[in-house]
């Protein structure tokens, strides 16, 4: 008999040998593709990746080595930069997408932050919630998920929460009123992140599960600042370990600070979840095609009810896909208008052209400023980086072009190997947009010469593009009419870009995501 510390023993190196053996495997059918050379062993380009502007490296690897290319992660671990047109388009499609689920880290994260144990019952077994839709994979398992959600998200939903979105835009913008009162002057500077963040969980709330949290009170939330507390890292060799690391060692996410965090706001989530679908049972609350009404036909349909710990999963779910990207977005459009000011004046006039608030389609009709203003934001700052897969299966990509020294049109991808398609890159091509790419010009979305560009990808493509994407655009269209008739901007500060979950604004040389404008009545 062994014992248990050579148990251990054997066990670790049973593990290396296996983790060694698949590397030297995609190494080598790799080994056509072309590449950086690693800078280090342990951390392959990780450091490099964390310690420059986010993004900046695909740029300069897509004009080296071409459209395919093959970097390391932490430990050797294979990884591919991919920004093939062909290629992303089979692995975002129908055809592909379920051969490229998220990466085991990626997905490890959702389910600690967003997921619970996965007991089927009831509505589970209908729908197989138990993992929330950013968690699960499997064709069908997906598809179900979408299924249940689409109406919630449906252009009549959407139209029917125009009045919700103007109102708390409308409220934001009284506190900011309010704010300048206090003080006595027309012109205040205002950290516009965190008002952002309270205007997405407040929409969020309110339209998806009728929910309000009264957040734009400015008071302070423990649900807030929850969140903000996982997302909004600090720029530090811990948060850069647990990057680097999780793609490989997911477990990394239980530890230290970041795991207390974890946990924090996976039961802050929880809490206000439970809470929610309490008050809306008890209300009966079947109103139109929310979410939450969605779910509550879906629970009375079932023979058994529905499990409340798989309800809350796919709520956390929801309420921190809203949360994150769209306050960043609105963030980022409020800086774009602030260093364009003509941009901000010509949008002012567009806006007071109309004394009431815009319905959804007034909004798609008659904003184009507006339109080209929010649309070249998301092309320029698209607040998901990198779109994350891994390779489920050993799978054949087509290729718009060889591999440079090569004539094959196809790549076969070995299973295990993470993907990322770097969006910034393909939304600033040149090739595609024109040399005026990398500048800010809403009026690209309206000389008739957007319907040639290819599809954002802010918001992805395919069977897994984002689900709130007409939501997101609609609140935050409500909340810059309602912010831009009412006040102008300006930034008198640098900022840069800055990775956290996603990509926010910080005052350059800060840790932590800030965007303080000027603002200024008019
Ligand atoms: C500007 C705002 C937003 C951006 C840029 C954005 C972007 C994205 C992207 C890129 C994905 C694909 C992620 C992946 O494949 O890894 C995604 C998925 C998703 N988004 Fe959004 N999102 C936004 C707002 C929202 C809102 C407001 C909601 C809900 C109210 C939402 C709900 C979801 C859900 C549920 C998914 C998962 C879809 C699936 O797996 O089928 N998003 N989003």
Redesign the pocket.
């Known amino acids: 008999m062994i014992s248990w510390p050579e148990a251990v023993a054997v066990s670790a190196l049973l593990l290396v040998c296996r983790f060694s053996y698949g590397l030297f495997v995609s190494r080598r059918a790799l080994s056509h593709v072309p590449g950086p050379n690693s800078p280090s062993l342990v951390w392959g380009e990780e450091w490099k990746l964390y310690h420059t502007k986010p993004g900046s490296h695909y740029h300069g690897w897509k004009r080296t080595f071409g459209k395919v290319v093959k970097i390391s992660g932490a430990f050797g671990h294979p990884m591919l930069c991919i920004t093939d047109e062909s290629a992303i388009s089979y692995i975002l499609g129908a055809e592909g997408i379920y051969n490229f689920p ?1 990466p085991h880290g990626v997905r490890i994260w959702f389910q600690k932050t967003l997921g619970n144990a996965s007991r089927y019952r009831g509505f589970c077994v209908l729908f197989q919630v138990g993992k929330g ?2 968690y699960v994979e499997g064709k069908e398992s ?1 598809e179900r ?2 299924r249940l ?1 689409a109406p919630a ?1 449906s252009q009549p939903s959407v139209r029917n929460f125009m009045p919700v979105f103007h109102e708390i835009s409308s409220k934001l913008a009284v506190q900011w009123l309010h704010m300048m009162d206090d003080l006595g002057r027309d012109e205040i500077e205002i950290e516009v992140t965190n008002w952002a963040g309270r205007f997405a969980l407040e929409s ?1 709330g309110r339209a ?1 599960f009728s929910h309000e949290f009264d957040l734009l009170s400015g008071d302070p939330s423990p649900l807030l600042e929850a969140l903000d507390g996982l997302t909004n890292t600090q720029h530090n060799a811990t948060s850069f370990y647990m990057r680097a690391l999780f793609w490989i060692f997911p477990s990394i996410l239980n530890i230290g600070k970041k795991g207390e965090m974890v946990r924090r706001t996976k039961m802050e989530l929880g809490q206000v979840a439970r809470k929610m679908w309490r008050d809306a049972k008890l209300a009966n609350d079947s109103y139109e095609k929310t979410l939450m009404a969605q779910m509550l036909k879906a629970d009375a349909a079932s023979e058994q009810r529905m499990d409340l710990d798989e309800i809350v999963a796919q709520m956390r ?2 309420l921190s ?2 949360y994150e ?2 306050s960043s ?1 609105v963030a980022w459009v409020l800086y774009e208008l602030a260093i364009n000011p003509r941009t901000q004046e010509e949008l002012r006039v567009e806006i007071s052209s109309h004394n009431t608030d815009p319905t959804l389609d007034e909004l798609s009709t008659r904003f184009p400023i507006l339109h080209g203003v929010l649309l070249e934001t ?1 092309r320029l700052h ?3 980086l990198e ?2 897969h891994e390779a489920a299966v050993t799978t054949s990509v087509p290729l718009s072009q060889p591999i440079p020294g090569t004539s094959e049109s196809r790549l076969v991808i070995p299973k295990g190997t993470i993907l990322f398609i770097p969006v910034n890159v393909m939304q600033t091509d040149s090739e595609l947009w024109g040399d005026d790419a990398h500048i800010f010009r809403p009026r690209r979305w309206m000389d008739g010469q957007s319907q040639h560009h290819p599809s954002l990808l ?3 493509e395919g ?7 007409r ?2 655009q609609a ?2 269209k409500a909340l810059i009419v309602a912010l831009i008739r009412q006040f102008s901007v300006r930034c008198d500060h640098e900022i840069e870009p800055f990775q956290s979950f996603v990509i926010r604004p910080r005052v350059k040389g800060t840790a932590m995501s800030s965007l303080p404008l000027k603002v200024k009545r008019v």
């Open positions: 998220k839709i950013l997906h998920q979408r959600l998200f969020v998806a779910t929801i896909a809203a990207p769209v977005t998301l698209p607040p998901i779109n994350h802010a918001f992805s069977p897994r593009s984002c689900i709130g994407a939501f997101a609140e935050i």
